[in-house]
């Protein structure tokens, strides 16, 4: 019982030291409650006029950053689709630049064909016209060779004869020898 006794000696203790101290501070029953009032007057204030508007503009906050990773979000989609759209128009630019060298080849071969012909028949009527012009130098310089060995015969036989040979003799003999140097 002793514990009792202690125990509640100890607790009108407490009762005293609250008092003292409420005293000491000025803590009294009517102004602790008109105190009481005026916090939740002002925490109402607070929470009507400063809590609630901070709370929406951070909700408008958090829906435009929201709005923004979406719109990152297209941006990335649309980006990647335009990276897509570019390699594949890459890809055909490379496609029809690859056939247009193709073709270009191609052409340059079929050029090149039609010059080469064109050059091997050039070739060809210069080959015939040097031919030509040798056959007629061939000609030219057998008829001054027939007409210069007529020449000769018609000396030498004058010369061996030791008698003077007339124009008509002269070109007999030279026509014999050019007709005998033809049958050769």
Do not use: C, W
Not at 17 to 30: E, I, R, V
Not at 113 to 140: V, Y
Request: proline share 2%.
């Amino acid at each position: 019982m002793n514990q009792f006794i202690f125990v509640a000696s100890i607790g009108s203790d407490l009762a005293e030291t609250a008092k003292k101290t409420a005293t000491t501070f000025g803590l009294d029953g009517p102004h602790f409650f008109a105190k009481f009032i005026s916090f939740y007057i002002v925490t109402f204030l607070l929470f009507r006029f400063a809590y609630k508007p901070i709370l929406t503009m951070l909700e408008e906050r958090r829906n435009r950053i929201e709005e923004s990773l979406a719109n990152a979000d297209k941006i990335k989609e649309e980006l990647s689709r335009t990276e897509a759209l570019q390699r594949e128009a890459l890809e055909k630019a490379n496609a029809q630049a690859t056939k247009l060298i193709e073709e270009a080849r191609a052409s340059a071969a079929r050029v090149q064909e039609t010059e080469t012909q064109k050059a091997m028949a050039a070739a060809k009527q210069i080959i015939e016209k040097a031919h030509e012009a040798a056959a007629q130098d061939h000609s030219r310089m057998l008829a001054e060779l027939k007409r210069e060995v007529g020449r000769l015969v018609v000396q030498t036989t004058a010369t061996v004869t030791g008698k003077v040979l007339t124009p008509e003799d002269q070109k007999r003999l030279a026509e014999e020898t050019a007709k005998q140097i033809a049958a050769k």
